[in-house]
């Protein structure tokens, strides 16, 4: 409940001054959810409205409402908005005035554009109308990682016994608990003193698969915000001798790394505003790093949890045209969709004659067979071109990692879907030079890579909300062969990377116009049938754990 109660229509002119806001990029739904000035239910709203936008705005626009909806200012476009939202998804308008009236004359029509829009779509429930990575949103579970650099895992695990919680101990990173969707965490006084961690399972994975020897000296190439670089610091441990070099090319985003890591207890962080592709692996400074975490800019494709990405307007999914297009009027459609039009006539009447108030929200995530060609059209919709051009910087930053001198381990993650990302990038890597080669990470987990581009992606690790109950993230391994790092021969290919540090740091540049790891939904032209990550039976112990606890 809000601490003070809101007037319906302080709700609406709230939730429209905030959505005005994102859209001038004055904040962002990050600062508005941490804000204590926010009201929980206008910034529920907000968020609900941004996931919903486009079908809301193709359901106005194919009724008479629209001539009111284009012909009115931002702020009063919003609030129609956000009406229209509680008309439709919601539990009805609260409150009274003269929009409310405007949109009560329209709510016969808006109804019905809603179930012929779910009708074209081949769904039954509107929930089913987004794509995969909001949909899936909301029926994730929450993982939290115990920062092992304020508390133990046991004594941990003790304390969220003790309150009663409902959670699993993950079997695959014994530092990460599981909870239920709808589990309330923020509240918790191990969230707040940051104990707790909250962070998808997925992402706990490229620094548990690193897993960095407390006396060596590590960067973090990508590292802002900070979660990963923190759980690198844990995984090496309170009494580590080695660094963390951390870098990031915007500051803001550094900043917040500066001051989560700091929070978390992480005191061998060496925080640098700066891309990694400038960094000189033969600085001095940089002798004795012997482990990279490559997390670099990727299409996000795999991100199903954040939220950001829904008030990104350069992103903003959009419906299949043929969802929205117009309908062809002849002799023969009409024969044809006949059954279509009953089907829509029964719905209609089935919908008004259950309730004359507003219907409630869907959240169901059941996927329909007649709405499998629906998946498919999510496919086609991201820009390849974009993908491509982070699959380079992606390959350079990788064999930009690979020519530090005493460096024997690298992780290569994204949060992406796409093969063109993910295995493609890996089997161009291993193209390139003959330095590194692909190591089995984490082979408890059932879930691999696509062998189809090449036999040993197996030994990556895919995960995704279907299988793995995380957000779609991708792990590969890679592991110097020489075993006298002190003079490795290093292939022409890594070499030549660093000495295009000026040219890859211009491409880096284009590929991250849009923001620093904004998310974007999928697209790679792969099977539907697509291998994810998911929970073992025992976890995997490395050498080199085993050795820190004796």
């Known amino acids: 409940q809000d601490s003070r109660r809101l007037t319906m229509s302080d709700l609406y002119k709230q939730a429209a001054d905030m959505l005005v806001k994102l859209k001038e990029r004055k904040t962002t739904l990050r600062a508005l959810s941490s804000e204590s000035t926010t009201h929980k239910s206008a910034f529920l709203l907000v968020c609900e409205c941004l996931k919903f936008k486009p079908v809301l705005v193709a359901v106005i626009s194919s009724t008479p409402l629209q001539k009111e909806f284009t012909s009115s200012n931002e702020q009063r476009k919003f609030s129609i908005l956000c009406m229209c939202f509680d008309a439709l998804l919601g539990e009805g308008i609260k ?4 929009m409310k009236k405007i949109i009560s004359q329209h709510l016969s029509a808006l109804k019905a554009a809603l179930v012929k829009l779910r009708v074209k779509a081949g769904v039954t429930h509107t929930n089913q109308l987004l794509p995969p990575y909001l949909r899936f949103a909301s029926a994730l579970p929450r993982h939290v990682r115990i920062n092992t650099l304020q508390i133990s895992v046991s004594d941990a695990i003790e304390q969220l016994t003790a309150a009663g919680l409902q959670f699993t101990q993950d079997t695959d990173i014994p530092e990460v608990v599981t909870f239920a969707p709808n589990a309330k965490l923020n509240d918790l006084e191990l969230v707040k003193n940051s104990s707790l961690i909250i962070q998808d399972k997925a992402s706990c994975a490229p620094a548990f698969i690193l897993d960095p020897s407390p ?40 900043e917040t790394l500066k001051r989560l890591t700091a929070k978390a207890n992480a005191k061998n962080i060496v925080a640098t505003q700066m891309s990694f592709l400038d960094v000189n692996p033969r600085d001095r400074l940089y002798k004795n790093v012997r482990a990279i975490l490559l997390d670099p800019t990727c299409s996000g494709s795999g991100m199903v949890n954040q939220l950001d990405h829904l008030s990104d307007e350069s992103r903003m999914w959009k419906l299949p045209e043929s969802w929205t297009a117009p309908e062809k009027k002849s002799t023969k459609a009409v024969v044809n969709n006949r059954s279509a039009e009953n089907k829509l006539k029964a719905q209609l009447l089935a919908e008004f004659a259950t309730s004359t108030s507003m219907t409630a929200p869907d959240t169901t995530t059941t996927v329909t067979p007649e709405a499998q060609e629906t998946e498919v059209e999510w496919g086609k919709m991201d820009d390849e071109n974009r993908i491509r051009d982070l699959a380079e910087f992606q390959t350079r930053a990788i064999l930009h990692a690979f020519s530090f001198p005493k460096v024997t381990r690298v992780t290569y993650s994204t949060c992406s879907v796409h093969a063109v990302e993910n295995e493609l990038v890996v089997k161009k890597v291993l193209e390139s030079q003959n330095q590194f080669s692909l190591e089995h990470a984490l082979p408890s987990f059932p879930h691999r890579g696509y062998t189809r581009y090449f036999p040993e992606a197996d030994r990556c690790v895919r995960s995704s909300p279907e299988h793995g109950g995380t957000i779609g993230f991708f792990v590969a391994l890679f592991v110097r062969k020489s075993t006298n790092p002190e003079h490795p021969e ?12 000026s040219e890859l740091h211009e491409n880096a540049s284009t590929v991250r116009e849009s923001g620093k790891k904004k998310k974007r939904k999928g697209g790679e032209p792969q099977s539907r049938n697509t291998d994810e990550l998911g929970m073992s039976a025992t976890p995997v112990k490395t050498n080199r754990e085993k050795k820190r606890k004796q």
């Open 95 to 98: 409150g009274g005035g003269a």
């Open 215 to 254: 006396d060596w000296d590590v960067i973090d190439a990508c590292a802002a915000p900070g979660n990963k670089t923190s759980h690198l610091s844990a995984r090496m441990g309170k009494t580590a001798s080695g660094r963390i070099f951390a870098f990031d090319i915007d500051h803001e985003r550094l």
């Open 490 to 501: 290093h292939s022409e290919a890594a070499v030549v990377v660093h000495e295009e540090s």
